[in-house]
Nanobody, 124 residues
Framework: QVQLVESGGGLVQAGGSLRLSCAAS????????MGWFRQSPGKERDFVAS????????NYADSVKSRFTISRDNAKNTVYLQMNSLKPEDTAVYYC?????????????????WGKGTLVTVSS
């Protein structure tokens, strides 16, 4: 059974930083692309960032480019999202996602497994 468990969310002031983690189990983690999505109340779930199985290729939504960094540690079966210069509009539930073998599957929304999410609240 595949499980994705997010952690690291919380309350932070605008301009601050948080690092989200997603621990994966039940799948050969290093063989699959991973990503992060977010969803604000009343809005659709949106793509945030993705990373290839090797970690060599990353992709970001324009709204977070240069502020967020996605990375992974295949030895620990964990993917991270470092979030800097946070803004109130970054407030959302952040979801970890496991896709196919190519990074394109993440941005295309072709997701095999989702985590339950972790809440990030940015105060102004």
């Amino acid at each position: 059974q595949v499980q994705l468990v997010e952690s690291g969310g919380g309350l932070v002031q605008a301009g601050g930083s948080l690092r989200l983690s997603c621990a994966a189990s039940g799948r050969t983690f290093s063989s699959y692309a991973m990503g992060w999505f977010r969803q604000s109340p009343g809005k659709e779930r949106d793509f945030v960032a993705s990373i290839s199985w090797s970690g060599e290729i990353t992709n970001y939504a324009d709204s977070v480019k240069s502020r967020f960094t996605i990375s992974r540690d295949n030895a620990k079966n964990t993917v991270y999202l470092q979030m800097n210069s946070l803004k109130p509009e970054d407030t959302a539930v952040y979801y970890c996602a496991s896709g196919g073998r190519t990074i394109a599957t993440i941005r295309n929304g072709d997701i095999d497994y989702w985590g339950k999410g972790t809440l990030v609240t940015v105060s102004s």
